[in-house]
């Protein structure tokens, strides 16, 4: 996917702007609030018609503007389509347009500019506590496999309902009963996502490796490891088999779960690691190494949709450069040869080999 162009009225900070792109790497320099992280939210946007920094819709539209555009050309599924979302300050909703033709929902526009962003916070998929991974592994593996989607809001449908057993039996023994149906279901539905997200990460964790081999000049080992509950002894075991070692673990934790009123154990606590060189990332690593780790993780991603889809999803780099030693920055900006790339940075005086350099002041390309 590539776009090709892109314009912009009453959006954040740009009153009107119109950008030619490069289908390789596009880098974009300028201060500090020109509107660099603006224009990566539009891109964004333009492609899900979700944004990655606004609660509100209405953020985005310019102040004292009575509503904002977003319209961009792209290549993509073989031909050049266009998109174009209108968006108002108020409660009035947001109008979306595929190829001149107006559509119901973002889920009309899916697949036609698919992109992956890394922004500073990503930094907390490696540093924070599991939630955060779970978060970054469930979304990206819920925009590869629909059937995986599924299952997780099944997952965590019934997960609810078996905590309100554990909360509410202490007054109402007789909803104990119904208690063995729910943890049937529950590793049932449990041990499929066991399965997805073994073969998701493992996937994943190989393609990471490659590209932070590359971006650290060979200097460190990347590895990832999927961890699940202690009963599983193989996460690449058939379905069945991980049923009946989740059913094992809970077993071992019914006394638990029915004193405490909560639900203990599962792979709603499932989480990973990332070690480099055998160290342990999280609690050793320098902040170079884990922002080459997080940015080795976001190339994953896209690579892993890119096999799925056949074409490479646009990948969004937030500030990517600091931090990185000059051998890093150098990958970053003239290594990354596989499909379209936007890079900000502040830093005047960097350059990309593989396209094109644009400034941005006060919400206008210089
Ligand atoms: P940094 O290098 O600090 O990350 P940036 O170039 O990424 O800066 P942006 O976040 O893109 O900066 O732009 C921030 C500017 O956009 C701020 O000055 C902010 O006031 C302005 N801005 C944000 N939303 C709106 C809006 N709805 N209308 C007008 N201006 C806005
Ligand atoms: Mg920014």
Redesign the pocket.
């Known amino acids: 996917m590539i776009l090709e162009s892109l314009s912009l009225q009453g959006f954040?900070?740009y009153q009107q702007a119109e950008f030619e792109f490069d289908p390789g790497v596009n880098l974009i320099v300028?201060?500090?609030?020109?509107?660099?992280?603006?224009?990566l939210?539009a891109i964004s946007y333009l492609g899900s018609g979700k944004s990655f920094r606004a609660q509100k819709t209405g953020?985005?539209?310019?102040?004292s503007?009575e509503f904002a555009e977003i319209s961009g050309n792209v290549f993509s599924q073989e031909r050049r389509q266009n998109l174009r979302f209108v968006l108002f300050p108020g409660a009035r909703p947001r109008q979306i347009w595929r190829n001149g033709a107006k559509k119901k929902s973002a889920g009309d526009i899916a697949g036609v500019l698919p992109t992956v962003l890394f922004c500073p916070e990503d930094l907390l998929i490696l540093k924070s506590g599991a939630a955060q991974r779970r978060r970054f592994g469930d979304s990206a593996l819920c925009q590869l496999r629909p059937n995986y989607d599924a299952a997780l809001t099944e997952y965590n449908r019934i997960l609810e309902q078996k905590s309100r057993i554990l909360k509410d039996h202490f007054e109402n023994p007789r909803l104990l009963d119904i208690l063995p149906e729910y943890n049937a279901r529950l590793c049932q539905v449990g041990a499929l996502l066991i399965s997805y997200r073994a073969r998701f990460y493992d996937g994943l964790g190989k393609a990471a490796a490659v590209y932070h081999n590359q971006l650290s000049a060979g200097a460190e080992d990347f590895r990832l490891e999927y961890k699940t509950v202690s009963t599983v002894k193989d996460v690449f075991a058939p379905v069945a088999q991980l049923t009946q070692d989740l059913q094992a673990h809970l077993e071992s934790h019914a006394r638990g779960e029915l004193e405490s009123g909560q639900c203990l154990t599962g792979p709603h606590r499932d989480d990973f690691t990332v070690t480099l060189s055998g160290v342990d990332l999280k609690a050793y690593g320098s902040q170079g190494q884990t922002r080459t780790s997080a940015i080795s993780l976001k190339l994953a991603q896209r690579e892993l949709m890119a096999r799925e889809w056949g074409e490479q999803p646009v990948l969004l780099l937030?500030?990517v450069l600091s931090e990185l030693d000059p051998g890093r920055q150098d990958f970053v900006l003239n290594q990354i040869v596989t499909g379209q790339v936007f890079i900000?940075c502040?830093e005047p005086g960097r350059f990309t080999r593989l396209g094109k350099t644009m400034t941005?002041h006060q919400?206008s390309v210089v």
């Open positions: 954040r900070n300028g201060d500090n609030a020109q509107g660099k992280t603006n224009l939210e953020e985005m539209v310019g102040f503007r937030d500030d900000t502040c941005i919400g």
